[in-house]
Protein backbone atom coordinates (compact mmCIF):
# COMPACT_ATOMS: atom_id res chain seq x y z
CA UNK A 1 0.00 0.00 0.00
CA UNK A 2 1.57 3.51 -1.19
CA UNK A 3 1.72 5.99 1.52
CA UNK A 4 -0.54 8.58 1.96
CA UNK A 5 1.20 12.24 1.75
CA UNK A 6 -1.74 14.46 3.72
CA UNK A 7 -0.45 15.33 6.77
CA UNK A 8 -2.24 15.83 10.11
CA UNK A 9 -1.81 18.87 12.86
CA UNK A 10 0.34 16.23 15.24
CA UNK A 11 3.87 14.78 15.92
CA UNK A 12 4.44 11.61 17.21
CA UNK A 13 6.96 9.60 19.07
CA UNK A 14 7.54 5.62 18.72
CA UNK A 15 9.08 3.32 20.83
CA UNK A 16 9.88 1.68 24.74
CA UNK A 17 9.08 4.46 26.87
CA UNK A 18 12.01 4.35 28.98
CA UNK A 19 14.74 6.62 30.21
CA UNK A 20 16.95 5.98 27.38
CA UNK A 21 14.90 6.91 24.66
CA UNK A 22 14.39 10.00 25.88
CA UNK A 23 10.80 10.57 26.29
CA UNK A 24 10.78 12.37 29.13
CA UNK A 25 13.07 14.97 27.87
CA UNK A 26 10.33 14.81 24.94
CA UNK A 27 7.39 15.47 26.83
CA UNK A 28 8.91 18.23 29.10
CA UNK A 29 9.26 19.62 25.90
CA UNK A 30 5.80 19.40 24.22
CA UNK A 31 4.08 20.56 27.34
CA UNK A 32 5.58 23.78 27.03
CA UNK A 33 4.65 24.06 23.45
CA UNK A 34 1.03 24.48 22.32
CA UNK A 35 1.63 21.48 19.17
CA UNK A 36 -0.16 18.04 19.58
CA UNK A 37 2.30 15.09 20.07
CA UNK A 38 0.87 11.62 20.22
CA UNK A 39 2.83 8.91 21.96
CA UNK A 40 3.52 5.07 21.02
CA UNK A 41 4.59 2.74 23.13
CA UNK A 42 4.28 1.54 26.46
CA UNK A 43 7.09 0.88 28.97
CA UNK A 44 8.38 1.12 32.88
CA UNK A 45 7.37 4.64 32.48
CA UNK A 46 4.10 4.83 31.08
CA UNK A 47 2.28 4.99 34.28
CA UNK A 48 4.17 7.68 35.48
CA UNK A 49 4.24 9.71 32.17
CA UNK A 50 0.37 9.39 31.59
CA UNK A 51 0.11 10.53 35.45
CA UNK A 52 1.95 13.60 35.14
CA UNK A 53 1.16 14.42 32.27
CA UNK A 54 -2.46 14.03 32.21
CA UNK A 55 -3.55 17.63 32.16
CA UNK A 56 -1.83 18.43 29.08
CA UNK A 57 -4.61 18.28 26.02
CA UNK A 58 -1.24 18.46 23.71
CA UNK A 59 0.03 15.05 25.09
CA UNK A 60 -1.87 12.21 23.89
CA UNK A 61 -0.40 8.53 25.24
CA UNK A 62 -2.00 5.83 23.00
CA UNK A 63 -0.19 2.67 24.31
CA UNK A 64 1.71 -0.21 22.58
CA UNK A 65 0.06 -0.81 19.17
CA UNK A 66 1.15 -3.57 16.38
CA UNK A 67 2.19 -2.12 12.45
CA UNK A 68 -1.45 -1.97 11.26
CA UNK A 69 -2.45 -0.19 13.89
CA UNK A 70 0.62 2.55 14.29
CA UNK A 71 1.35 2.88 10.64
CA UNK A 72 -1.61 5.27 9.44
CA UNK A 73 -0.35 7.44 12.49
CA UNK A 74 3.08 7.55 11.87
CA UNK A 75 2.14 8.42 7.97
CA UNK A 76 -0.28 10.96 8.68
CA UNK A 77 2.47 12.96 11.68
CA UNK A 78 4.02 16.20 10.32
CA UNK A 79 7.23 14.24 12.14
CA UNK A 80 8.52 11.94 13.95
CA UNK A 81 10.64 12.93 16.99
CA UNK A 82 13.23 10.02 18.47
CA UNK A 83 14.56 11.81 21.01
CA UNK A 84 17.21 9.01 22.15
CA UNK A 85 19.26 9.98 25.43
CA UNK A 86 22.03 6.50 24.42
CA UNK A 87 23.59 5.48 21.55
CA UNK A 88 21.09 3.54 18.83
CA UNK A 89 23.13 2.25 15.78
CA UNK A 90 20.09 2.29 13.46
CA UNK A 91 17.03 2.83 14.73
CA UNK A 92 14.70 0.77 12.57
CA UNK A 93 11.92 3.32 13.42
CA UNK A 94 13.69 6.39 11.38
CA UNK A 95 13.73 4.04 7.92
CA UNK A 96 9.83 3.51 8.57
CA UNK A 97 9.03 7.04 8.94
CA UNK A 98 11.13 7.92 6.19
CA UNK A 99 9.89 5.52 4.01
CA UNK A 100 6.29 6.33 4.85
CA UNK A 101 7.18 10.10 3.54
CA UNK A 102 7.53 11.09 7.17
CA UNK A 103 10.42 13.62 8.45
CA UNK A 104 12.12 12.77 11.25
CA UNK A 105 13.51 15.02 14.27
CA UNK A 106 16.07 13.13 15.87
CA UNK A 107 18.81 13.43 18.65
CA UNK A 108 22.77 13.65 17.67
CA UNK A 109 23.74 10.13 18.67
CA UNK A 110 24.62 6.95 17.78
CA UNK A 111 23.56 6.45 13.95
CA UNK A 112 20.77 8.76 14.08
CA UNK A 113 22.64 11.91 12.54
CA UNK A 114 23.59 9.84 9.79
CA UNK A 115 19.96 8.55 8.62
CA UNK A 116 18.96 12.61 8.65
CA UNK A 117 19.39 15.13 6.50
CA UNK A 118 18.82 18.04 8.00
CA UNK A 119 16.19 20.10 6.50
CA UNK A 120 15.26 17.38 3.38
CA UNK A 121 14.43 14.86 5.50
CA UNK A 122 14.16 16.19 9.12
CA UNK A 123 16.67 18.32 11.55
CA UNK A 124 18.81 16.46 14.45
CA UNK A 125 19.46 17.97 18.14
CA UNK A 126 21.60 17.90 21.13
CA UNK A 127 20.35 14.65 22.78
CA UNK A 128 18.76 15.27 26.03
CA UNK A 129 18.70 19.43 25.96
CA UNK A 130 14.98 20.48 26.36
CA UNK A 131 15.52 24.22 24.98
CA UNK A 132 17.00 22.45 21.38
CA UNK A 133 14.25 20.04 21.20
CA UNK A 134 11.60 22.85 22.00
CA UNK A 135 13.60 25.09 19.04
CA UNK A 136 13.37 22.41 16.64
CA UNK A 137 10.08 21.05 17.36
CA UNK A 138 8.68 24.80 16.55
CA UNK A 139 11.49 24.85 13.43
CA UNK A 140 9.73 21.32 12.34
CA UNK A 141 6.21 22.38 12.85
CA UNK A 142 6.46 25.29 10.03
CA UNK A 143 9.40 23.25 7.65
CA UNK A 144 7.60 22.68 4.77
CA UNK A 145 9.31 18.49 3.58
CA UNK A 146 8.83 17.31 0.03
CA UNK A 147 6.77 14.18 1.70
CA UNK A 148 6.93 11.98 -1.57
CA UNK A 149 10.57 12.28 -2.70
CA UNK A 150 11.50 11.45 1.20
CA UNK A 151 9.61 8.58 0.77
CA UNK A 152 10.31 7.87 -2.73
CA UNK A 153 14.15 8.11 -1.35
CA UNK A 154 14.23 5.76 1.66
CA UNK A 155 12.42 3.66 0.07
CA UNK A 156 15.08 3.04 -2.94
CA UNK A 157 17.79 3.61 -0.50
CA UNK A 158 16.39 1.11 2.25
CA UNK A 159 15.18 -1.77 -0.48
CA UNK A 160 17.30 -5.44 -0.38
CA UNK A 161 17.93 -4.72 -3.60
CA UNK A 162 19.72 -1.69 -3.35
CA UNK A 163 21.53 -3.14 -0.06
CA UNK A 164 22.44 -6.17 -2.18
CA UNK A 165 24.10 -3.76 -5.14
CA UNK A 166 26.60 -2.24 -2.46
CA UNK A 167 27.47 -5.13 -0.43
CA UNK A 168 28.85 -7.03 -4.20
CA UNK A 169 30.18 -3.44 -5.23
CA UNK A 170 32.21 -3.76 -0.91
CA UNK A 171 32.85 -7.79 -1.96
CA UNK A 172 34.58 -6.74 -5.14
CA UNK A 173 36.49 -4.19 -4.12
CA UNK A 174 35.04 -1.64 -6.53
CA UNK A 175 33.42 1.00 -3.23
CA UNK A 176 34.96 2.14 -0.09
CA UNK A 177 32.65 1.67 2.81
CA UNK A 178 32.37 4.87 4.39
CA UNK A 179 29.89 6.96 6.78
Known amino acids: KNPCFKKDDYYVFLGRLTE ?13 LPYKLVVIGGGELEDELV ?11 LGQKD ?6 ILEKARFMVIPSEWSENNPLTVI ?30 ESGNV ?24 QKRYNAE ?9 YKGESQISS
Open 96 to 125: EAQSLGTPVLGARIGGIPELIEEGVTGMTF
Open 20 to 32: VKGIRTLCEAAAA
Open 51 to 61: NEYKTYDNIVF
Open 131 to 154: EDLKDKIEAMTWQSFDYEALAESA
Open 67 to 72: WKEFRP
Open 162 to 170: TYYEKIMEV
